[in-house]
């Protein structure tokens, strides 16, 4: 594709704290390259508004490169921008064209305050992982890859599961603001190897009460997480997640 | 744990509506097979015959008991889940994001509202009156049949009728695949072949539903 530049009109939305009304406001680039990401885009924005003395827009990055989770942007109605399998930073300005508007939102849900115009708090991600998304082990030398065997298929669902990066998109996706395909992602990965054997039951216990307790919704399959997933977390997990729940709280002791 | 807070987890809660979910299709099924016999042709001899049956035996009045308990759980956890649903984003989107979802999978809780509003004029028409003359015990039942005849003749009765069907129609071609999910159902093999069975479902139980007004409306039956 041959590179081209462009002319955009931003609306972005704008809010001091998490305790101030935001609003939208409208921005205009000029010159932007096809080739430039989504988020080199936003920093030419920022350099302008700096030169014009005023406050740059805050948004969340950190590698860039599509493995790290932090960007999170709203773009025109999807999670992440128009793009399948794809995240913020990794979305490029040739999926837009010259005199195109461009609507930027934060993640909406009340789970994921603003923290500052773009940027959300996420840690409630962080607190459902304290809650069970890991396994106790005494750490020590590294053991023998070969002495667990574990099916080919087994292990790539499993890893096709840890493949999520935590980034929030589906909440931000679901009409429920439900986080059951991360919760059911972190669960599968670890439900299906034997490492995550011995804490299987009450793993999944505390992950669903944790998720409960930070406030994100309950869910109904509707598939919107999926759709907008950037590492393509299959909802299929969540149907695994309701039945380690379901077959934990018929059998768990206590 | 307890089961309480079993129950009332977000999983917990889902699987009640799961569970009553399937109970209700067990019921449709039921329900639309005993209705097929108006179709026998013969002046609705043989559906008086079941509809006695059903009203005038105890183990299916038991089950109708039942019946009512799985609904009122079904419509009344339905509720409450949609408004708290509706909580957890106090400021929405300015673009919704529409394309990832079917819009009858978003819309469980407006389509569960028109089933409602037609089954409160479905049982005002049939069962209420039935079960009243019975004395709401064994008592001696009402002709259902002319009962049907009667009360399909009028135009605006059957088309609310087949948009009641065609609100069960799309809350199945959603729920039916969705209750399965929400059991565990979780191989690719099975959620392809449940979501296909629940689309065949949800077409044949509505086009069934619908048809019986219509085959009154334009004297189909006798
Ligand atoms: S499941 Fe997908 S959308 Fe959700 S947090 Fe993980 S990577 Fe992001
Ligand atoms: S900045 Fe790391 S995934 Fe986008």
Redesign the pocket.
């Given at each position: 594709m041959e590179p081209y530049h462009m002319n955009l009109n931003l609306k972005v939305w704008r809010q001091k704290n998490c305790k101030t009304k935001g609003e939208f406001k409208l921005y205009r680039v000029e010159n932007i390259s096809s080739e430039m990401s989504f988020l080199e885009m936003f920093d030419v924005l920022n350099e302008q508004l700096i030169r014009d003395g005023d406050d740059p827009i805050t948004f969340d990055h950190d590698c860039r490169e599509g493995i790290c989770?932090a960007c999170s942007m709203y773009i025109n109605g999807k999670?992440?921008g128009p793009w399948q399998a794809n995240t913020t930073c990794q979305l490029h300005m040739r999926a837009f064209n010259d005199g195109d508007t461009v609507v930027v939102e934060p993640w909406r849900a009340d789970a994921f305050p603003v923290i500052k115009d773009l940027m959300v708090d996420r840690t409630a991600?962080d607190r459902i992982i304290q809650a069970g998304g890991f396994i106790s082990v005494n750490t020590g030398n590294a053991v023998d890859g070969n002495s667990l065997p574990i099916a080919k298929d087994t292990a790539d669902t499993s890893f096709a599961a840890a493949?999520?990066?935590?980034?929030?998109?589906?909440?931000?996706?679901c009409k429920n603001s439900s986080?059951m395909?991360?919760l059911?992602?972190k669960v599968s990965h670890l439900a299906l190897l034997p490492q995550g054997g011995p804490e299987r039951k009450s793993r999944v216990i505390n992950m669903v009460a944790q998720m409960d307790k930070e406030g994100f919704g309950a869910c109904t399959n509707t598939g919107a997480?999926e759709a907008?997933?950037?590492?393509?977390?299959s909802l299929t997990?969540i149907a695994r997640l309701n039945k380690e729940y379901l077959f934990a709280s018929i059998t768990a002791g206590r | 744990m307890t089961w309480k807070q079993v129950f009332t987890s977000s999983v917990g809660k889902k699987l009640v509506m799961g569970l009553t979910g399937i109970f209700l299709i067990l019921f449709l099924m039921v329900h639309a097979g005993l209705n097929a016999c108006i179709w026998a042709g013969d002046g609705g001899e043989m559906f008086n015959k079941g509809a006695h049956f059903m009203g005038n035996n105890w183990v299916p009045r038991i089950l109708e008991l039942g019946l009512f308990a799985g609904i009122l759980l079904h419509i009344i956890q339905g509720f409450l889940l949609t408004v708290e649903n509706r909580k957890k984003r106090t400021i929405g989107y300015e673009v919704s994001y529409n394309e990832g979802s079917k819009w009858y999978s978003r819309s469980m809780g407006l389509l569960g509202t028109l089933i409602l509003l037609f089954l409160v004029l479905h049982l005002s028409h049939f069962w209420l009156p039935n079960r009243s003359n019975q004395g709401f015990l064994l008592g001696e039942e009402i002709n259902l049949y002319k009962k049907m005849k009667l009360e399909f003749s009028v135009l605006w009765v059957v088309i609310v009728y087949v948009v009641g069907c065609i609100s069960l129609g799309y809350h199945l071609a959603h729920g039916f695949q969705s209750a399965f999910r929400t059991l565990g159902v979780h191989n690719r093999r099975y959620n392809t072949m449940l979501i296909s069975l629940g689309y065949g479902f949800a077409i044949i139980i509505s086009l069934l539903f619908a048809l019986m007004p219509v085959s009154f409306y334009l004297g189909w039956v006798e």
């Open positions: 989770g999670p992440h991600f493949m999520c990066i935590g980034c929030g998109a589906c909440v931000a996706a986080a395909l991360f059911s992602a997480c907008t997933c950037p590492k393509e977390i997990n | -």
